[in-house]
């Protein structure tokens, strides 16, 4: 099917696990991105990418680590999960003017 | 980066016309203005952009004033189902920053 899919929907890992969430988009756009939101706030910008094999911090990405060597993927991993980095997690993507955003992956670190 | 300033929240009633101001005062001459509406539980979702002047599409319109400091979205006839949060960007289109919103409850 098109469009950009997330997976996992949800994830309950523990303080200091490495964990990855992935992000698929099956338009071929060159732009993709990493949002966090936090119960009750708006986005914030961990990571974004021109296209593939280029990749830019965002607002927030301390704790974080991206890669993207296929145009339509790019993963997000937390390299050693903190309490801190429990929130929903949004994976967006841009061919044009318009940004489509992922359902998201609800993470909670334990 | 131009910061947006936007209402923290509105209230309406179904079927009255929104308008949602958002302020930019040091836009910058390439930017263009966005705006996004966030339903609980969803990523947002595009519904306009402009640069200057009016812009209209099915679902709102985006009013841009000659100086561009500031920009209004609004929308027609609210029903419960627009009660979502609405947010206005400016500036870089690679980053796509969103600001904090402004939540919109719309009553019966």
């Known amino acids: 099917d098109a469009g950009i899919t997330q997976s996992p929907r949800y994830k309950i890992t523990e303080t200091g696990r490495q964990v990855t969430l992935m992000c698929h988009q099956t338009w071929s756009h060159s732009y993709m991105f990493w949002y966090r939101q936090d119960l009750g706030h708006g986005l914030r910008l961990i990571y974004y990418?021109?296209?593939?094999?280029?990749?830019d911090k965002g607002e927030v990405p301390d704790g974080y680590v991206v890669s993207r060597s296929k145009t339509e993927n790019f993963p997000l991993t937390l390299e050693s999960a903190t309490r801190s980095q429990t929130s929903v997690y949004f994976c967006?993507?841009?061919?044009?003017?318009?940004?489509?955003f992922g359902q998201g992956t609800r993470l909670t670190v334990v | 980066l131009a910061k947006t300033t936007q209402p923290i929240s509105m209230d309406s009633y179904e079927g009255q016309e929104v308008n949602i101001t958002c302020s930019h005062n040091n836009i910058a001459t390439n930017d263009y203005i966005t705006w996004y509406q966030q339903f609980p539980s969803q990523g947002p979702r595009f519904i306009i952009q402009g640069y200057k002047t009016k812009v209209t599409n099915e679902v709102a319109s985006l009013f841009i004033p000659a100086d561009r400091k500031s920009s209004t979205l609004s929308l027609p006839r609210v029903s419960l189902s627009d009660t979502a949060v609405y947010y206005c960007l400016v500036g870089d289109p690679d980053k796509l920053i969103f600001g904090t919103g402004t939540r919109l409850q719309v009553f019966p």
């Open positions: 990418s021109a296209a593939a094999d280029i990749t």
């Open positions: 967006a993507s841009r061919g044009g003017t318009e940004a489509f």
